[in-house]
T-cell receptor
Framework: SQQGEEDPQALSIQEGENATMNCSYK?????LQWYRQNSGRGLVHLIL?????REKHSGRLRVTLDTSKKSSSLLITASRAADTASYFC????????????FGKGTTLSVSS | EPEVTQTPSHQVTQMGQEVILRCVPI?????FYWYRQILGQKVEFLVS????????KSEIFDDQFSVERPDGSNFTLKIRSTKLEDSAMYFC????????????FGQGTRLTVV
């Protein structure tokens, strides 16, 4: 499988600071996605980056992808207390399939 | 905004009992999925479903599990004889197209096996 693994496992920052989370995966990908999960809730899609893209922005989110290193990073700028959640990168269970698989995630805690 | 809905939100069942978890995917989506998350652990893929058949499944999805789309709107996960270790949050998800699109997740059903 192409499971991604995030690091750090946990990150604590103050409001206004930037948060950077990293993801590494094992095999070739067509795209990589980032999701967010508030405690005990369903996952919410944040952003998708395709294999031919190096960087993508969405609001306060910036995602980079380095296919040569098989890694991606998610940057949240000017973090808010409401950003407190777990963040997961997702790749495909099978390269030809549609099912996503998730790493263990980074738990972000933003204090005010 | 369209959403994936799951019922019930919490189910308690006796070990050995059958349980059915229900999901209504987004109406124009073609791909449906079940995932589970044991407390404190990562989200694990169970099965994907397309065109009325299983398209992918993980090693977790053994003969104890089955999925069905009994009508045009519902998508169900059945666990035949529940075990204590089946206690987890079960998430249903759906996506519109084969690849390159996001998956939409429901809020989950918390299954507690006692």
């Amino acid at each position: 499988s192409q499971q991604g693994e995030e690091d750090p496992q946990a990150l604590s920052i103050q409001e206004g600071e930037n948060a950077t989370m990293n993801c590494s995966y094992k095999t070739s990908i067509n795209n990589l996605q980032w999701y967010r999960q508030n405690s005990g809730r369903g996952l919410v899609h944040l952003i998708l980056i395709r294999s031919n893209e190096r960087e993508k922005h969405s609001g306060r989110l910036r995602v980079t992808l380095d296919t040569s290193k098989k890694s991606s990073s998610l940057l949240i700028t000017a973090s808010r207390a409401a950003d407190t959640a777990s963040y997961f990168c997702a790749t495909f269970y099978n390269q030809a399939g549609t099912a996503l698989i998730f790493g263990k995630g980074t738990t972000l805690s933003v204090s005010s | 905004e369209p959403e994936v809905t799951q019922t019930p939100s919490h189910q308690v069942t006796q070990m050995g009992q059958e349980v059915i978890l229900r999901c209504v995917p987004i109406s124009n989506h073609l791909y449906f999925y079940w995932y589970r998350q044991i407390l404190g652990q990562k989200v694990e893929f169970l099965v994907s479903f397309y065109n009325n058949e299983i398209s992918e499944k993980s090693e977790i999805f053994d003969d104890q599990f089955s999925v069905e789309r009994p009508d045009g709107s519902n998508f169900t996960l059945k666990i035949r004889s529940t075990k204590l270790e089946d206690s987890a949050m079960y998430f249903c998800a759906s996506s519109e197209a084969r690849s390159g699109t996001e998956a939409f997740f429901g809020q989950g059903t918390r299954l507690t096996v006692v």
